[in-house]
């Protein structure tokens, strides 16, 4: 996994003073790195998932990629609005203020084995309203999958008791 970090960009102060943005651009823009991440990914659930949540909006590229290589469906949270047919919500809290993310109330059939997969785990906020939105339509999720955790935002232990997996870690900013 020291490839992937090493196609991975620090950005300093973005989105604001003192951040340090994990930019995937360059990891994405690699032929050689994107394989390598979907490939990890498809690996860990070649037999054990039905449908790939892919988290707006790089769990998108991603969740496409897997959800193809594993022959499976994929399934989309959104930002509110964004879809077009009947949908449930999560909403979850910010740093300041809060968001939502919305999932097709028929995305998949109940019952259905999940993957939530997106680029980053920070605090898991987001990833919490997405688990939240696959539960809301009945399915079981599997795991939680990210190329990128923060892991001294702790975003894992808001994730418990759902399994979380990360490709690369960073221990510190």
């Given amino acids: ?9 620090d950005i300093p102060d973005f989105p604001k003073p003192g951040i340090v943005f994990k930019d995937i651009t360059p990891l994405l823009a690699s032929a050689e790195g994107l394989r390598g991440v979907v490939r990890a990914f498809s690996e860990r659930h070649r037999a054990g998932v039905d449908f790939v949540l892919g988290i707006e909006s790089r769990g998108f590229t991603l969740g496409a990629a897997v959800a193809y290589e594993l022959g499976v469906g994929l399934a989309l949270a959104r930002k509110p609005g964004k879809l077009p047919a009947a949908t449930y919500r999560a909403t979850y809290e910010l740093e300041y203020g809060s968001d939502a993310l919305e999932l097709h109330q028929d995305a998949f059939p109940r019952g259905s084995r999940v993957l939530v997969l997106d680029d980053l785990l920070a605090t898991g906020g987001t990833a919490r309203a997405a688990i939240e939105l696959v539960e809301k339509v009945g399915g079981r999720v599997v795991e939680a999958d990210f190329i990128i955790e923060l892991s001294f935002l702790n975003g894992r232990k808001r994730l418990a008791p759902y399994p979380v997996h990360a490709l690369v870690s960073y221990e510190k900013q």
């Fill in 1 to 9: 996994m020291e490839e992937l970090r090493a196609l991975i960009r």
